[in-house]
């Protein structure tokens, strides 16, 4: 069972507009969650772990326990935010590897 | 800053064969892990090491197998190739494991 669920394979807004890239997770315990970005051409890099709580790019993101949810936010999107971005889970006591969503893919337009 | 380097970049073998795929973490990370991502799929877990001694093990094949040495280094083998093995190879490196994951640039295998 996929544990970590992104919706949204592709999202298209325009420049300025908000953004959100919904992530939805199934785990009992206390995850840890993350959120990875992968611009063109590049490796995957942290964008936010949600216990540091804090904003990176503009981007922010809030555990939502009750709903199992991560969502990263943006209030105004920006041509360079195009990219893949994956939501990812930790589990307590498992040696820390991660368990990733399918990936949403961002573009924003001009 | 050093990063995660992974080689080769790319690499291309014919079924049946075996590869070697490489990973060195950045240095004083202990703990290093690798993925597999296939075309169109998200990165699945495959092995991970901790301070040289596996510390966890995914949907890694039987075909494949793992170390890491003393100088952090990884390898990953893989043998007796498949056409489903074509795939990006992530390998990433940590402090003390379930810290922040830096990851390589990947290493893209194909098998033909």
């Known amino acids: 069972a996929q544990r970590v669920t992104q919706p949204e394979k592709l999202l298209s807004v325009f420049k300025g507009a908000p953004v959100e890239l919904k992530c939805n997770y199934s785990?009992?315990?206390?995850?840890?969650l993350f959120w990875y970005v992968q611009y063109s051409r590049q490796r995957l890099q942290l964008l936010l772990r949600?216990?540091s709580r804090e904003s990176i790019k503009g981007f922010t993101a809030d555990l939502n326990k009750g709903e199992t949810s991560f969502h990263l936010k943006k209030p105004f999107a920006q041509e360079e935010d195009s990219a893949m971005y994956y939501c990812?889970?930790?589990?307590?006591?498992?040696?820390?590897?991660?368990?990733f969503g399918q990936g949403t893919e961002l573009s924003v337009k001009p | 800053a050093a990063g995660v380097i992974q080689s080769p970049r790319h690499l291309i073998k014919e079924k049946r064969e075996t590869a070697t795929l490489k990973c060195y973490p950045i240095p004083r990370h202990d703990t290093v892990y690798w993925y597999q991502q296939g075309p169109g799929q998200d990165p699945q877990f495959l092995i991970s090491?901790?301070?040289?001694?596996?510390?966890d093990k995914g949907s890694i094949p039987d075909r494949f197998s793992a170390q890491q040495f003393s100088d952090y280094h990884s390898e990953l083998n893989m043998s007796s190739l498949e056409l489903g093995d074509s795939a990006l190879y992530f390998c990433?490196?940590?402090?003390?494991?379930?810290?922040?994951?830096?990851f390589g640039p990947g290493t893209r295998l194909l098998v033909l």
């Open positions: 785990y009992s315990g206390s995850p840890e």
């Open positions: 090491f901790y301070e040289k001694m596996q510390s």
């Open positions: 990812a889970l930790s589990e307590e006591n498992q040696g820390g590897k991660l368990i």
């Open positions: 990433a490196s940590s402090l003390e494991g379930r810290a922040t994951q830096y």
């Open positions: 949600h216990i």
